[in-house]
């Protein structure tokens, strides 16, 4: 995903989404996401995909002792250092899949809305499981798997152009898709429930807290469009326990 990222054009669209200029404020799912990360206090953390390093930025206003965030993006890491100022936050150009080559153990590992573009799921929980000690901690929001699934990611609208309904096709094909994103045909992998879950279980990763994010009423009655969706998830947030 480096590339479509780092592409002058697409970074500037992105750079307009409100979760790029308010940061943790403009990100729909924020006030559950929240709810689940643990006590940073004296922790370890890494986060995976730290595009603008928000979450990083959190982790260490909330006591954390180190914190490093990976990217495949240079222009993402680049406005992450820009925002950050703080000596515990280092940011390095690092594929998430790589994270075995980095030396020793986090007590906290994060993930937002990132995991769908990595092709081998399986492989990649392994090595989050193994850079965890037991009683680390693991949470990752990612794309729901409804959203996912048919692959255009937009909705069936009426003659008006009215939402009418999400369609959910080919829910078990746990394949690549394909999706407009800011003008670009951006590649992504669709996985069910399931997968999701149970292969956090088999990785000795217990499940503490599952959420699919709905807005708030506030955000229902003054965000245009927001009332849609509340008729089908969007996210997957999970929150794990390493166990053994």
Known sequence: MAAIYDNPDFFKAYSQMDRSKEGLAGAGEWHELKTVLPDFTGKRVLDLGCGYGWHCRYAADHGAKSVLGIDTSAKMLAKAAELTDDKRIAYRQLDMQA???????????????????IADYAELVGKISNKLPIGGQFVM??????FTAQG?????????????????????DESQRETDFLGHRIK???RTVTTYLNTLLDNHLRLDRVIEPTPTAEMVKTIPGMADEMHRPMMLIVATTKTA
């Open 188 to 190: 992504k992998y669709h």
């Open 99 to 117: 994270i075995d080559q980095l030396p020793g153990q986090f007590d906290v590992i994060l993930s937002s809305l990132a995991i769908h573009y």
């Open 152 to 172: 255009n990611e937009e909705w069936v609208t009426d003659e008006q152009g009215h939402n009418r309904y999400w369609p959910v096709d080919r829910y078990f």
């Open 141 to 146: 929001s990612v794309e729901h798997p409804i």
